[in-house]
């Protein structure tokens, strides 16, 4: 199947500090990006959809101002989360899809991200 | 809430038994997907059974699909060690912009 990968794995930072955290589609074009949250021992929680070339469209409950996305290729997607609170801290986890016509098809996972912050 | 529920919200069986999970969910969907995932890991994906399909088979899985009742069930046949992750049920809406809907997961531990 295709290739998701996240960039870092892991990643720890200060309370207040901003982190980016990258997906890349590897061997085909993601027409669309979502961006996903997991607590421990919970499901993942979508938090945003980016389409190639324009604005993410948020979930509600997530504070756009503070969880950046941006998707300016066909290939690579960014989740900055700004000034970072612990409560920030969580498992980070995005995925792509492209489409061909009227079909969409099938959707695609990194390996997620984990962030710590102090 | 569109998001699919999956049962039991924890499994623990004898290694070699098998093992069921079950996803209920709530509107019409293109696909559902059963993905696996280690403690701290990413996803694993198991399987995809599209909606006009009732029944897949990939290696020890099972999937079976019942589109009247909005529900899936995963078998696992001949458990092993291995096998301990917690496993997510995903549905493809068919009308909500494309998005795929995670359920809470089942938490399998298959005992030595």
């Known amino acids: 199947g295709a290739v998701v990968s996240q960039h870092p794995s892991w990643v720890i930072c200060k309370s207040g500090t901003s982190v980016k955290i990258e997906c890349r589609s590897l061997?085909?074009?993601?027409?669309?990006m979502f961006w996903y949250r997991q607590f421990p021992k919970q499901s993942l929680m979508l938090m945003a959809t980016?389409?190639?070339?324009?604005?993410?469209?948020?979930e509600q409950g997530v504070e756009k101002d503070k969880f950046l996305i941006n998707h300016a290729s066909l290939t690579l997607s960014t989740l900055t989360v700004t000034s970072a609170h612990p409560e920030d801290s969580s498992f980070y986890i995005c995925?792509?899809?492209?489409?061909?016509?009227?079909?969409?098809?099938?959707?695609?996972f990194g390996p997620g991200t984990r962030l710590t912050v102090l | 809430s569109q998001q699919g529920e999956e049962d039991p919200q924890a499994l623990s069986i004898q290694e070699g038994e098998n093992a069921t999970m079950n996803c209920s969910y709530k509107?019409?969907?293109?696909?559902l997907q059963w993905y696996r995932q280690n403690s701290g890991r990413g996803l694993v994906h198991l399987i995809l059974?599209?909606?006009?399909?009732r029944e897949k088979h990939s290696g020890r899985l099972r999937v079976t699909l019942d589109t009247s009742k909005k529900s899936s069930s995963l078998l696992i046949t001949a458990s092993r060690a291995a096998d301990t992750a917690s496993y997510f049920c995903?549905?493809?809406?068919?009308?909500?912009?494309?998005?795929?809907?995670f359920g809470k997961g089942t938490r399998l531990h298959i005992l030595p």
């Open positions: 995925s792509a899809r492209a489409r061909q016509g009227a079909t969409w098809n099938e959707q695609f």
């Open positions: 061997d085909f074009q993601a027409t669309t």
């Open positions: 980016s389409n190639e070339g324009s604005k993410a469209t948020y």
């Open positions: 509107t019409s969907i293109n696909n």
């Open positions: 059974i599209r909606s006009n399909e």
């Open positions: 995903a549905t493809d809406p068919l009308n909500r912009d494309d998005k795929i809907i």
